[in-house]
């Protein structure tokens, strides 16, 4: 890869501020990839964070806000700071103020884990 880090973490936080979230997965993440919610169990490989991924966005319903605010690295980390806000397929009414810390390897993201509070998450 001969793009830095800054280059390519930028690069993904236009593909998920775009919605191509699934094109963002096969583009930057790497085969072995290992991503984890906060404290929940991490999700280890590609293929099985798309499945997850898939999941998820089976669950949204509608996108009221997706933005990327902010992209920061150093070396071979790197930091986004991402607003999804959405109503599910339930109805409820969902906000994420949501940081990605990342590590990268050869241009591709080796470990990610979203940091958020989950327990603001539910809007009324």
């Not at 993904?12 to 790497?30: H, N, S, T």
């Not at 902010?70 to 906000?95: C, E, P, W």
């Not at 810390?101 to 080796?110: A, E, F, H, M, R």
């Amino acid at each position: 890869m001969s793009q830095n880090t800054q280059e390519r973490a930028a690069a993904l936080a236009q593909y998920v501020a775009a919605g191509r979230i699934l094109e963002a997965m096969e583009e930057f993440y790497a085969a072995d990839v290992v991503m984890q919610d906060n404290h929940n169990a991490p999700c280890v490989g590609k293929a099985e964070n798309i499945e997850r991924e898939k999941g998820f966005l089976a669950y949204v319903k509608e996108i009221h806000q997706n933005e990327a605010k902010s992209v920061i690295a150093s070396g071979n980390q790197a930091a986004i700071h991402y607003i999804l806000d959405f109503t599910a397929v339930d109805g409820k009414r969902m906000r994420l103020d949501q940081v990605a810390l990342q590590t990268w390897k050869d241009g591709y993201i080796v470990n990610e884990r979203f940091v958020y509070d989950s327990a603001s998450a539910l809007q009324a």
